[in-house]
């Protein structure tokens, strides 16, 4: 492609990429006053024609002119007016910059998936219609130039333009109401409340604030990670689930997806069943029990979770005010204790620990007081579940306006709040409260007693009997501390509502929305009932549904001691997920990790990973057991039924960066015979269309050898190329499903021969090269054009001169089923036309008459139906005048033959020429297939008749030592002498039509017929290979006498000399050799050892 450019436009010596100096205005004035400016970049253009182009310039007099296009990749507009057509032709093309290609500016419409939520997909143009010349007769309607050239849509984006508008109604959230409100109020549980002066009490001040922060050092590694994650690429529904099957595979997000979503929904019977018990504490205290404690605690809670799927199933807006105000009652529970703190304490509340700020108290509660039983990992562990929640936002995903920068902010400014709070208040109540205390304010000190040292004692409280009875208050001992400590105790009841009642909600949430999204993607077949959704924001209600039953289940239960342990084992385990999801993509470097969060390293994912496994058994050691072992149970079960999916997850990146290394690695190592494989090249043309010669030779190169089944097309490049692209998929697809190891490469050539000469150069990678040609024998070369069988003969010779070894494959029926498959899908397409009229006539009838006889045909409309036009000389019709039936059964049966386990039987391998062994290795191989190890090897050479003994001997010492299991061995000594005169004369038959006898010609006749039919078979060729001709059928003839019952026959290839023997005389040798035979497999290794004795 050239440009022409006038010599009036381009100064002399200078570049054709000019770079103007121009104004955004309309007029020249303005560029012109411009010109004397510096030189400024400007966008490079073609010649003085580009002055009228549209340009964009970043001088800062013209910044408003930039300032009108949108920054974010959604739109750029312009005021400038943009023409769509050729002022000099008046043809109208598509337009970028004003240029008359095809070619389209960036936009983000490109790159999003089909169906996206976010707006239309828009196709750019193809770098086919790019690349080819532009037809000058198309026409482009005014003004959609202009919306094509700017990726404003492409004609049938209709659909997805209307599918955006019904999304208007949508309620998304923002990064404080969707995910900071959540987090915080997740993290922030009645531990707050009953449990963290208990902690503080037992550890102290020192090791409690140590707790808090491993705790929080494990919730922070895994937001850093989860906020690279959410930050490589849109963020759909699903949570925890979406991001690590995305990163990882379906494999880990199914497994962690089905268990976590569980979690969630067992979550919420743990908080109701927590809020229950606060409400039947108040109900003995005011002495209104309903029934005992454990069924009040079964009936408050079975309202509570009703009342609660009730706010969840009337929408997300509805929960999301509820959380709000949820969070509201906790703050001011909150603030409440720390004013509490600072209201002087009366002589009730001394006896009972609390003494306001006190620096003796301060010192006395800093070190530790484990009592009998506890230590710092088990408070640990007690305190733990409190950190956590910090997937509460991340949970809904899908209804956040934007995930990307929504969950990052969100989650890390959650932990950072929630953890100045937890040490806040626990310094705090530490700093005020003592660790035992009587509730007795008779406890005083009076004059003369003598004081203990203890900080109360120094306060004139004597709470020395604790030492020696257990009391009832102080840090260790009263739950309600907090409630003491606060300035109005009810509010910290209400607190402990709001804690336990969000983190329900929260949970009930979740569950659904995770559980929808692992059902979406169907990896869990029998789940599929559950992926439905209703309404505006796709609320998942069958998951809400189920969630609901399984909380009440456990409701009911109203055990969760034995539960709740394995349920925080299984948030931990999606924690280590995440941060491992972090680790394995940056470690696999694919370009497409491309996190915006920056702030992250690879190696603290790792350790954030290691440590969430680490809390995990500390914990509870069982429990981390008992979720290794689901987890595992359901890896194997996705990995085992391989879901079609497709997510570009980083252990595909890291399996292509493995098998790279590798391949570079096996590069760095000479071959060695001993791990000699065949890795064949199978000429199948497409791999369904010559299934037995694909099965033969998977046979012997499954798990052990490289197979790659090619096809090369033949005519002209372009549609040549256009075949073969869209057929690339499909046919690897085939060989996938049908469960072969192979690979399929296809060329474009404009010769069949050519296509093969590249294929056997250029396959392979490295050390994964091609060392051996399969190919099946042309059954047809008697009727074929001479073209073919040249270009037939003619790949064994470039094999050859490339030392690449040769195998050919005869069988009865030969392999090609393609008039066979063609049939099979002609029959598909009229069974599927038949099965969618049959719908539309039903559809139509439903409708009781409406729209009558046309609505029929508008209904088949849709549903594509059309009348198959007649094709003319169909093989379709010739196959079914050859009684179809009977044919296609004989076919079919042979190119299934050896898929089918093969009975005890016989491998006869007539190792007649010493190729290197690969004509003995081949069948040794397939005696260890499966379908092959019935067979015994039987093993036949030539040999002197006076020396068989000695010779059979000698080959059995060999074997031997090639450590070859074999039946027996059979010396043939008479393979040198002459056929009988019927198979020769069978012989002479056949080559009969492709004989010149000149020798019965004058000189001159001859010398004509050779000049005019150069492809015949001489006289004196056939005399000087007579011999060979002769070896040819005496060898058939000992073929039908010792193996015409084996179930398979390798024999040695005879070799055609280049320049001496013709095509087609080698093509009846090879048809004598073969002819009335079980399947015969022709072998000529490369002269090079394959097999040797040496260790």
Same mark, same amino acid.
């Given at each position: 492609m050239s440009v022409n450019t006038p010599s009036s436009s381009v100064p002399t010596g200078a570049s054709r990429f000019q770079v103007h100096v121009v104004n955004e205005g309309r007029g020249s004035g303005a560029a012109m006053s411009d010109s004397t400016d510096p030189p400024h970049y400007e966008e490079t253009s073609f010649g003085d024609e580009a002055q009228n182009r549209l340009r964009i310039s970043f001088r800062p007099g013209n910044q408003e002119s930039y300032d009108n296009f949108i920054q974010n990749g959604d739109a750029a507009k312009t005021d400038t007016t943009f023409h769509a057509y050729d002022s000099h032709t008046n043809t109208y093309y598509l337009q970028t910059f004003g240029h008359n290609t095809m070619d389209a500016v960036p936009k983000i419409e490109y790159y999003r998936n089909t169906g996206s939520v976010s707006g239309p997909k828009v196709n750019r143009p193809s770098l086919l219609e790019i690349h080819e010349q532009l037809a000058k007769n198309v026409?482009?309607?005014?003004?959609?130039?202009?919306?094509?050239?700017?990726?404003?849509?492409?004609?049938?984006?209709?659909?997805?333009?209307?599918?955006?508008?019904?999304?208007?109604?949508?309620?998304?959230?923002g990064w404080v109401k969707g995910v900071l409100?959540?987090?915080?109020?997740?993290?922030?549980?009645?531990?707050?409340?009953?449990?963290?002066?208990?902690?503080?009490?037992?550890?102290?001040?020192?090791?409690g604030v140590i707790i808090i922060g491993l705790s929080v050092v494990v919730t922070t590694l895994t937001g850093i990670s989860m906020s690279a994650i959410c930050t490589n690429g849109v963020v759909r529904g699903g949570g925890a689930y979406y991001l690590i099957s995305r990163s990882l595979g379906p494999e880990f997000g199914g497994s962690i997806g089905l268990i976590f979503a569980f979690a969630n929904a067992v979550a919420v019977a743990m908080y109701v069943v927590g809020f229950a018990e606060t409400v039947v504490d108040l109900l003995k205290e005011s002495d209104s029990m309903m029934v005992d404690p454990t069924n009040d605690i079964r009936i408050i809670g079975s309202i509570t979770v009703v009342i609660l799927l009730g706010i969840s199933v009337a929408g997300m807006e509805w929960e999301a005010k509820a959380q709000v105000i949820l969070l509201v009652i906790l703050l001011i529970a909150i603030a409440n204790f720390f004013i509490g703190t600072v209201i002087p304490s009366n002589n009730e509340k001394k006896s009972r620990g609390f003494f306001n700020y006190q620096a003796s108290i301060f010192a006395e509660n800093f070190g530790p007081s484990f009592t009998k039983g506890e230590g710092f990992f088990s408070v640990f562990a007690i305190f733990f579940p409190a950190a956590t929640g910090i997937l509460a936002g991340a949970n809904i995903s899908g209804d956040l306006e934007d995930p990307q920068d929504a969950i990052p902010r969100g989650t890390m400014l959650a932990i950072f709040i929630t953890t100045v709070a937890y040490i806040g208040v626990a310094i705090c109540v530490a700093a005020c409260v003592v660790r035992d205390a009587t509730g007795s304010i008779n406890d005083t000190i009076v004059s003369g007693m003598n004081c203990n040292g203890s900080a109360a004692c120094e306060l004139g409280y004597d709470f020395s009997r604790c030492q020696h009875e257990p009391c009832q208050y102080g840090l260790m001992n009263n739950f309600q501390v907090m409630s003491m400590v606060s300035g109005f105790g009810p509010l910290i009841t209400a607190g402990i509502f709001s804690a336990t009642l969000s983190s329900a909600l929260a949970s009930l949430v979740s569950a659904p929305k995770v559980f929808q999204a692992l059902c979406k993607d169907n990896i869990f077949k029998g789940l599929q009932f559950f992926a439905k959704g209703y309404g505006k924001n796709n609320e998942p209600l069958r998951g809400y549904l189920l969630t609901f039953v399984i909380a009440m289940a456990f409701i009911l239960i109203a055990e969760l001691n034995v539960i709740a342990p394995i349920i925080s084992n299984f948030f931990l385990a999606s924690y280590a997920l995440i941060n491992f999801s972090c680790f394995h993509a940056s470690y696999a470097k694919s370009p497409g990790w491309r996190p915006a969060y920056g702030i992250y390293n690879m190696w603290v994912s790792l350790f954030g990973a290691i440590l969430c496994c680490a809390v995990m058994f500390v914990i509870n050691w069982w429990a981390a057991v008992i979720t290794y072992v689901i987890e595992l149970s359901l890896y194997i079960y996705v990995t085992y039924k391989k879901p079609d999916v497709n997510w570009g997850s980083s252990t595909q990146a890291l399996s292509y960066v493995s098998a790279l290394d590798n391949a570079l690695e096996l590069t760095t190592v000479e071959d060695h015979v001993k791990n000699f494989r065949p890795q064949c090249i199978v000429l199948t043309g497409g791999p369904m269309a010559r299934p037995a010669l694909l099965d033969i030779t998977h046979a012997f190169t499954k798990n052990s050898g490289l197979c790659i089944c090619c096809e090369v097309f033949v005519g002209p490049r372009k549609l040549c190329v256009k075949e073969m692209n869209s057929g690339m998929a499909k046919k690897q697809a085939w060989l996938i499903k049908n469960k072969i190891k192979a690979f399929y490469a296809a060329v474009a050539a404009d010769y069949f021969r050519?296509?093969?000469?590249?294929?056997?150069?250029?396959?392979?990678?490295?050390?994964?090269?091609?060392?051996?040609?399969?190919?099946?024998?042309?059954?047809?070369?008697?009727?074929?054009?001479?073209? $073919?069988? !040249?270009?037939?003969? =003619?790949?064994?010779?470039?094999? *050859?001169?490339?030392?690449?070894?040769?195998? %050919?494959?005869?069988?009865?029926?030969?392999?090609?089923?393609?008039?066979?498959?063609?049939?099979?899908?002609?029959?598909?397409?009229?069974?599927?036309?038949?099965?969618?009229?049959?719908?539309?006539?039903?559809?139509? $009838?439903? !409708?009781?008459?409406? =729209?009558?006889?046309?609505?029929? *045909?508008?209904?088949?409309?849709?549903?594509? %139906?059309t009348k198959p036009a007649p094709k003319k000389d169909s093989n379709i019709n010739t196959i079914q005048s050859m009684h179809v039936g009977e044919f296609n059964q004989k076919l079919v049966e042979a190119s299934a033959q050896f898929k089918k386990k093969q009975g005890k039987g016989t491998i006869d391998v007539w190792w007649l020429f010493d190729d290197g062994g690969l004509t003995l290795l081949i069948p040794y191989i397939l005696t260890l297939r499966k379908k092959w190890k019935d067979c015994k090897l039987r093993i036949y050479v030539g040999g002197k008749i006076n020396r068989i003994e000695e010779e059979k001997i000698s080959m059995a010492s060999l074997l031997s030592k090639f450590r070859i299991k074999f039946a027996d061995i059979h010396i043939i000594g008479d393979i040198n002498i002459k056929p009988n005169k019927e198979s020769w004369k069978v012989f002479e038959e056949l080559i009969e039509p492709y004989r010149l006898h000149e020798s019965h010609k004058d000189l001159t006749t001859a010398e004509k017929?050779?000049?005019?039919?150069?492809?015949?078979?001489?006289?004196?060729?056939?005399?000087?290979?007579?011999?060979?001709?002769?070896?040819?059928?005496?060898?058939?003839?000992?073929?039908?006498?010792?193996?015409?019952?084996?179930?398979?026959?390798?024999?040695?290839?005879?070799?055609?000399?280049?320049g001496s023997i013709s095509d087609l005389l080698y093509m009846a040798w090879l048809e004598i050799l073969t002819k009335n035979l079980p399947p015969v497999l022709l072998v000529r290794g490369n002269h090079k050892n394959v097999l040797t004795f040496y260790s």
């Open positions: 026409a482009v309607a005014p003004g959609s130039a202009d919306r094509v050239a700017n990726g404003d849509g492409m004609p049938g984006d209709e659909q997805a333009e209307n599918k955006e508008e019904d999304t208007a109604g949508v309620v998304k959230f409100v959540r987090c915080m109020l997740n993290i922030w549980g009645v531990m707050l409340f009953i449990r963290l002066s208990w902690i503080v009490g037992e550890a102290g001040i020192g090791l050519d296509g093969v000469r590249s294929l056997l150069q250029a396959s392979g990678l490295g050390r994964m090269k091609p060392n051996t040609l399969v190919i099946g024998y042309k059954k047809n070369w008697r009727k074929a054009p001479l073209s $073919e069988i !040249e270009n037939y003969v =003619g790949i064994l010779h470039d094999a *050859f001169d490339f030392e690449i070894g040769v195998v %050919i494959v005869r069988i009865s029926q030969g392999f090609d089923i393609s008039p066979v498959l063609q049939v099979q899908d002609e029959l598909e397409k009229l069974e599927q036309e038949r099965l969618a009229l049959e719908a539309a006539i039903k559809d139509n $009838e439903s !409708e009781e008459g409406k =729209g009558g006889i046309r609505g029929l *045909f508008k209904k088949a409309g849709k549903l594509n %139906i017929l050779k000049r005019e039919s150069p492809w015949k078979i001489t006289d004196a060729e056939l005399e000087a290979v007579k011999e060979k001709s002769y070896r040819q059928v005496r060898l058939n003839e000992l073929l039908q006498e010792h193996s015409r019952a084996a179930n398979l026959i390798v024999l040695s290839l005879p070799v055609a000399r280049k």
